[in-house]
């Protein structure tokens, strides 16, 4: 009731106007907006002094947790800008910068930064900051270096990467080298001396990483990497992960595609991490795609002892283990997901339902399931509106009330952006 009677209103007010202003702005021929648009942030004739770029993107999200009073509902109105300069390649020479900033234009929500802790918890906080700034060389055949406040996204980002689903997205101060130098083959090196993060608090660490990815033909690539990560900050997160992964989407016939998605790594304390323990990841996902329909399964499961777990701090986390974030820590006993998901485009309107079931990593403890749905619609290159749900239908279990997730957890986010 409080749902109905409190959130629904809200999200109609908030959508409908969002949908009504995109409708109307799209109607005016797209091209022709997008082409002064972009012609506007290019400085001077080809970009001769650079280039501008920026990306706006409003939220509305909705948090209900049962049972969890007096913690309130949450909602959180949001609107997150990026706006950034490119300069123009000199002598092998190109350099970024980014202004990132997240306004809260409802605060009824928990930011984990705003006092607010009578509400539920979202944590896309108001903040600004200096999101990337780096320099970059190309001046090496087939290499290229790129040093400073920077994106990385490596692979799937099951351990590396932006996390851009967040309004502030987490970035890297680093230096990364590639090389490309032999075919199909692609060598990161890179250093990683600190990292601000999704709510925007630096966070002191050093990481040196190695990765690779080798295609063989058009449907299979092979993944190699190595993360050794000491964290000043928060010293369990401390470990060393080794990992091999084994994907591709082979297209058979009648315009059949298959697709498949193999991994394992191991994980060990590392540096100042008070434990001690040898932990592994393994994953696999087997999918079929015909008529605009995909259909995927799979299982990931990371290892607990009881006391330590597999973790993966510094991944892109809200894209694995469901929307409703209840395992972006993992518990000490461990998770597996077993899940499914079926995606079809229609009319140019994705949907998208997927179904996991979490127990610990021995498949003993039961944590619950969840049920997720996505409804998005892409205008061209650079307009976006999208509804998702999430809820996570927890089981009163001993190990579900050990893990902290024993209660229903419902999510909503509607959503709109432009991106230049």
Known sequence: MMLKKIMLPRVSENFSGLVFSCCMFISVPASAIDDVIENALKLGDESKYGQLQFDLRYRYQNVHVDNDLPTKTANANTLRLKLGYLTPEFY????YVEYEGNLAMQEDFNSTRNGTIDYETVADPEAQELNEFWLSFTGIADTSIKGGRQSIN?????FIGSND???????????????????????????????????????????PLLNFTYKFGKFST???????????????????????RLH???????????????AYSHQSNYKNNPGGFQLDRYNILLGVGYAGITLKSGMEVLDGNGVDAFQTPLASKHSYQGWADQFLVTPAAGVRDIQATIDKEFYGID?????????????????????????SKNFGE?????????????????????????????????????SF
Do not use: C
């Not at 092998?92 to 350099?95: N, P």
């Not at 190595?226 to 928060?234: G, I, K, P």
């Not at 591709?248 to 193999?262: C, E, H, M, Q, T």
């Not at 650079?382 to 999510?411: C, E, F, M, P, V």
């Open 248 to 262: 591709g989407a082979p297209k058979l016939k009648n315009d059949i595609s298959l697709f498949y998605d193999v």
């Open 154 to 158: 490596l692979d799937n980002q099951r």
């Open 165 to 207: 689903w967040q309004q502030m997205e987490q970035t890297f101060d680093s230096l990364l080298i590639s090389n490309h130098y032999i075919n199909n083959l692609t060598l990161n090196f890179a250093y990683v001396g600190g990292v601000l993060n999704t709510v925007s608090i630096y966070h002191n660490l050093q990481m």
């Open 92 to 95: 092998h020479f190109q350099s």
């Open 351 to 375: 949907f998208l339902f997927a179904y996991h079931s979490f127990s610990d990593s021995y498949g003993h403890g039961y944590y619950g399931d969840e049920y997720d749905f996505l409804i």
């Open 222 to 244: 092979l993944t190699g990497y190595a993360y050794w990560l000491e964290d000043y900050d928060q010293s369990t997160n401390s470990s060393q992960t080794y990992g091999v």
């Open 382 to 418: 650079h307009y976006q509106i999208l509804a998702k749900y999430a809820y996570y239908d927890a089981r009163n279990s001993s190990a579900a009330q050990i893990a902290g997730i024993d209660k229903n957890t419902q999510k909503i986010w509607l959503q709109g952006r432009i």
